[in-house]
């Protein structure tokens, strides 16, 4: 019977190294050819520009930037925690419980489309009024 196609040994490992070596040796070429420039030396004293948090909280620190309003005793910042952390992921939480379709067809769930439609806009506009409203 015949077989078609490479035999692993040596053929096709032989093809895999080659192209490996290659690879390897041109990001080598480019990183000698084009080598990476250092910055300016460490300073403890001084806070670099910009600093965000993480990609998952960007969206809770445009939310704080968003937020100016004190409500009664409750200053502006501890309601703007609240409301983005609790809120967002508490509307997350509930929509299967507000949403009792059984349907699997998204035309036929508008309840739970345009609840996660609303909350991934919110979330998506928050995360860009953090990065571009410093």
Same mark, same amino acid.
């Given at each position: 019977?015949?077989?078609?196609? *490479? =035999?692993?040994?040596? +053929?096709?490992? *032989?093809?895999?190294?080659? /192209?490996?070596? !290659?690879?390897?040796?041109?990001? $080598?070429?480019?990183? =000698?050819i084009?080598?990476? =420039?250092?910055?300016?030396?460490? +300073?403890? $004293? ?5 600093? $965000?948090?993480?990609?998952?909280? *960007?969206?809770?620190?445009?939310f ?9 005793? &409750? ?17 997350? &939480?509930?929509?299967?419980? /507000?949403?009792? @379709? !059984?349907?699997? @067809? ?11 439609? &609303?909350?991934?806009?919110?979330v998506?506009?928050?995360? /860009?009024?953090? /990065?571009? $409203?410093?």
């Amino acid at each position: 019977m015949r077989v078609r196609g *490479l =035999s692993f040994f040596p +053929n096709f490992l *032989l093809r895999e190294v080659v /192209i490996m070596f !290659t690879t390897a040796a041109s990001i $080598f070429l480019l990183a =000698s050819i084009f080598p990476a =420039s250092l910055l300016d030396p460490a +300073n403890p $004293f001084e806070t670099p520009k910009p600093i $965000f948090p993480e990609w998952y909280f *960007l969206y809770v620190y445009g939310f704080l930037k968003f937020w100016t309003w004190d409500i009664g005793p &409750i200053k502006a910042k501890t309601m703007g925690i609240v409301i983005s952390m609790v809120f967002f992921q508490l509307l997350l &939480i509930l929509v299967p419980f /507000i949403d009792r @379709n !059984t349907e699997v @067809n998204l035309k036929k769930r508008p309840i739970a489309v345009i609840l996660g439609v &609303i909350t991934i806009a919110a979330v998506l506009f928050f995360t /860009i009024y953090g /990065i571009v $409203f410093e």
